[in-house]
Structure formats: structure tokens, C-alpha cells
Nanobody, 125 residues
């Protein structure tokens, strides 16, 4: 049974910080690309940050310099450190994992076979 459980979402003021966590079970995260996506009400889902199996990372332009994705393979976990938060960062944040042989970081939703239920981040001005 594959499961991804996000936590750490909260309501914060603009300029604040949050650290999201994604706890994985039922598979070994070192064998997967792990990424964060988000979706705000009335908007399309967008990729935020991705951690490849080799340790490389990529980010959406909107979060570069503010967010950092990392993984802890022994703990089978993924994290997203979010700094200098803006109201436009308000969204439900989802953790996702690839299946099979995909290696490089990617923010293409079609590459991800397993998804968490999300954690809400709200940033007020």
C-alpha cells in the first residue's frame, strides 16, 4: 500500500515561513522522484518544486529563491521549506511520487502515480 501524507500547512502572514512535510509509506522514496504541487481555488494545479532521484532539484519561477525542497531518504520523507511567503502562495499543497524508472526532477503531473491528500497553506497580507 502506497501512501503519502502531507503536514505542516497553516495560516501565516506575508513574509512568514512554513515547512511542509510529506511522510511516505509502502515504497522507498529513494527510488522515486518526489515533487510538490499546489492548487488555489479557481486556478489550475501547478508544479512548485521537485527532487530527483539523483538529488537535483527544480522550481517554478514563482518560488525560486524562496522555497527549498529536500528529502530524507532514511526517514522516507520529503520536505518543502517556504520562506518570504506571499498571499499568492495560498493554496492546497500536494506531495507526489513517481513510479518506475523516472529519474530527473520534473513538474509534469502525468509523471506522478501517487499523490497525497494535501495540506492547506494560507498567507494573509
Amino acid at each position: 500500500q502506497v501512501r503519502l501524507v502531507e503536514s505542516g500547512g497553516d495560516s501565516v502572514r506575508a513574509g512568514g515561513s512554513l515547512r511542509l512535510s510529506c511522510a511516505a509509506s509502502g515504497f522507498t522514496v529513494s527510488n522515486s522522484v518526489l515533487s510538490w504541487f499546489r492548487q488555489a481555488p479557481g486556478k489550475e494545479r501547478e508544479g512548485v518544486a521537485s527532487s530527483g532521484r539523483g538529488g537535483n532539484t527544480i522550481y517554478a519561477d514563482s518560488v525560486k529563491g524562496r522555497f527549498a525542497v529536500s528529502r530524507d531518504n532514511p526517514r522516507n520523507s520529503l520536505y518543502l521549506q517556504m520562506n518570504s511567503l506571499k498571499p499568492e502562495d495560498t493554496a492546497m499543497y500536494y506531495c507526489a511520487a513517481t513510479r518506475g524508472a523516472w529519474y530527473a526532477p520534473t513538474l509534469l503531473p502525468s509523471r506522478f502515480g501517487d499523490w497525497g491528500q494535501g495540506t492547506q497553506v494560507t498567507v494573509s497580507s
